[in-house]
């Protein structure tokens, strides 16, 4: 069933929407809230009445990338079966989302926006804290059926994904490498798997 927007509901998401694409050509100083408003096709009113300032605008597109790639890896733990299955799966669904040049150019945006202010940075890190990812849900199922030899999921995540963005993320933001592509994204998910489980799981 497809849920009807209100018309307000409506030009709120026009406006994000056109925020993302002027914050990536743009960045966050260089954003501009006028062509915001014309590109989302309302008036610069309309647009202050859902979002008092750009900054709060900012904050809304890094809250819905922060979303965006918290349930990418949501995957339901399977008691019975193999580990490695389910980890290729969470490992896929990173690098498809990793595969995303519009993702990857938005996020460029934020984590430069972070750099510049230690303030925001704080700011997001305490809303950021407060929504748990897929993956990390799957740990911690994991690690408490005795599946894992840890008893701290939160490092086993962060560790697991750091396999996977030293190839397929982190090149591409700071020495602007290519995407992987098909193949070699398979392959890292593959070795990613490998060696997490090489080091956590049971022998």
Known sequence: MT?????????????L????????DFGFQGANMDRVANRAEVSKRTVYNHFASKESLFESI?????HQAQTATDVPYQTDAPLE??????AERELALLQSADYLRLTAVVLTEFARSPELAERARHWME?????????MGLAVADGRLNTDDPETATTQFFSLIKGRAFWPQMIGHAPIPDATEMARIARSSVAM????????
């Open 196 to 203: 997490f489980l090489d080091h956590y799981g049971h022998h």
């Open 3 to 15: 849920v009807k927007l209100s018309v307000s509901a409506r030009k709120r998401q026009a406006i």
């Open 85 to 90: 299955a389910q980890l290729l799966t969470i």
């Open 130 to 138: 407060q929504e748990e990812s897929g993956a990390r849900r799957w």
């Open 62 to 66: 890094t809250r819905q990338i922060w």
């Open 17 to 24: 929407e056109a925020a993302a694409e002027e914050f990536k």
